[in-house]
């Protein structure tokens, strides 16, 4: 079994967030203060727990109409049942769909039902995502399908089914917005654990190509944080001790980077990782992200 120390990664110099925080706090969305998000279509593929779920219950709300999208039909009423309850007492529209995001079919299935359902799309969020275990060596004893092509499957080509079939009504919006969630792992070297880093590697890469051939939607790579989730405990079992930030941390973050008040777009098509101070990033970081390029995949040479 792998035995890795934690890795030390190089981030912006900004204060570091383990839980929601004054400037991302989406309690002016859920008050009625501000209705950035009243009657707005959302979808967050990968919703019936963790993150996503807690990504769907912020859109609720929020007071959006949502479309929730997962593999099982039980875990999925369970969570509307849970995103329901968290509204009270308002009583958000929840539109619950089967579909693994790395068949293409039923992607394009669900996305059709949220259209004919809603009559239009604005925010998606892809959130859908497996990763392997890193107690065995990936090239030599891992399955080359069940365990490391089906990583990318699910993480890199579930992010593109998901794109295809919805960046052509994000377009038609007047504020589409469209969140995939990554990882941190993309930006280390760590023993076993290739396919879920070569993916969220990808991902990120594929989302700097929807900026560039769709810059009427705004898209973002968004790291969640270290969140002690069922997936990564039993993927990564001696992460639990490290994992110390919240559920809500990643969705409060989502809020504020698709709000469509453009204060965050300039962020669009690069990476974020919702550990950062957004306000600090933009009053201490922006220029120099604008001017050099940083937060995008590119190879450097000092």
Request: charged share 20%; hydrophobic share 45%; net charge neutral.
């Amino acid at each position: 079994m792998s035995t890795l120390p934690v890795p030390q990664l190089k981030n912006l110099p900004v204060t570091n967030r383990h839980d929601v925080y004054p400037a991302i706090s989406p309690e002016p969305y859920f008050s009625g203060a501000s209705t950035a998000f009243r009657g707005r279509v959302v979808v967050v593929v990968g919703a019936s727990k963790g993150i996503g779920l807690s990504i769907s219950s912020f859109y609720a709300r929020a007071g959006a109409k949502l479309a929730i999208v997962s593999r099982s039909e039980r875990s999925l009423a369970e969570a509307k049942e849970y995103i329901i309850s968290k509204a009270v007492p308002s009583k958000p529209q929840v539109l619950t769909l089967v579909a693994d995001a790395s068949d293409t079919k039923a992607v394009e299935d669900a996305v059709n039902q949220v259209i004919e359902s809603y009559g239009g799309l604005d925010i998606v969020v892809a959130n859908a995502g497996v990763r392997n275990h890193i107690d065995i060596p990936a090239f030599a004893e891992s399955d080359p399908y069940s365990d490391w092509w089906r990583v990318m499957e699910v993480n890199l080509r579930g992010t593109y089914n998901v794109a295809h079939y919805t960046l052509p009504h994000l377009e038609k919006s007047r504020n589409g917005a469209f969140v995939a969630i990554t990882s941190m792992a993309a930006q280390i070297n760590a023993s076993f654990a290739s396919a879920y880093a070569v993916s969220k590697t990808a991902v990120n890469r594929f989302i700097e190509y929807v900026a560039l051939e769709h810059p009427a939607v705004k898209c973002f790579t968004l790291h969640p944080g270290t969140i002690k989730t069922e997936s990564i405990i039993a993927a990564i079992p001696f992460w639990e001790s490290i994992a110390v930030d919240t559920l809500e941390l990643p969705a409060a973050t989502v809020l504020k980077l698709t709000d469509g008040s453009g204060r965050f777009d300039w962020l669009s098509g690069r990476f974020v990782s919702s550990n950062w101070d957004l306000e600090e990033v933009e009053r201490n970081c922006k220029e120099d992200i604008m001017n050099k390029g940083l937060l995008s995949t590119r190879i450097v040479v000092n």
